[in-house]
């Protein structure tokens, strides 16, 4: 992979530019492995921050799969390549929602243990009642994000650790920002979010930590990936206003 040089003072949106050229030219393929960070560093001459955007937010528009463990492979999309500094910024800008996921997630990995382990009837009883308003017929998008992100916080209160709790208020009222973008999506997302968190009460109920940890991992991962999708789909839509 020959050497190409950015100037420090560019941004990860000329580090999406020479990725994107890089896979429309050939030198990336479907399935191939992107170097690591270091070696990214090298090749444009820029800080790993700027690397790290730029590849959470090609994996974000679809371009690329990051696989904890594995690495970062180049991802067949069917996307046009290429996008607006519009487009691009927008992609950026949505980033701090995936560190609050990425936060949310070792987080309440742990709550969800410990609420399996110390939870009264009377907080599971609250939970189930928070979902269960989630799934009214005539249920607005923002009355389901207002019950959803209680779900949350009452798990992580039943988890009988206050500072997870003061935490998970101060994510909560982060992500109350890019809620709807989720609550916005298809109905089937909405109702796959809604049945993953009802297993999570499951297991709580059960008193199954493993599993309940398990649940809430899969039910972020869920509403992580949707978010991906409408960022995505929304960056394009950007573009195409651009190009009228």
Known sequence: M???IIKRNTTA???IEKILNMIKDGDLSVG???PPAQKLQQIFGVGRSSIREAVRGLSVLGYLEILPGKGTFVKKTGLPIGLSDKGLKEILESEPIFDIMEARDCLESKSAQLAAERADPVQIEKMKKAITRMQEPNASLEAISRADLEFHLLLAEASGNDVIHEIMKLLIQ?????ADKFWATLPSARDRAISTANQVITYVSKGDGRRAAESIKDHLELVTDQL????SESAFESEKEHLK
């Open 2 to 4: 020959k050497k190409d």
């Open 32 to 34: 191939d492995r992107l």
């Open 174 to 178: 982060k992500m109350e920002v890019f």
């Open 13 to 15: 949106e000329l580090v």
């Open 228 to 231: 991906k999708a409408v960022i």
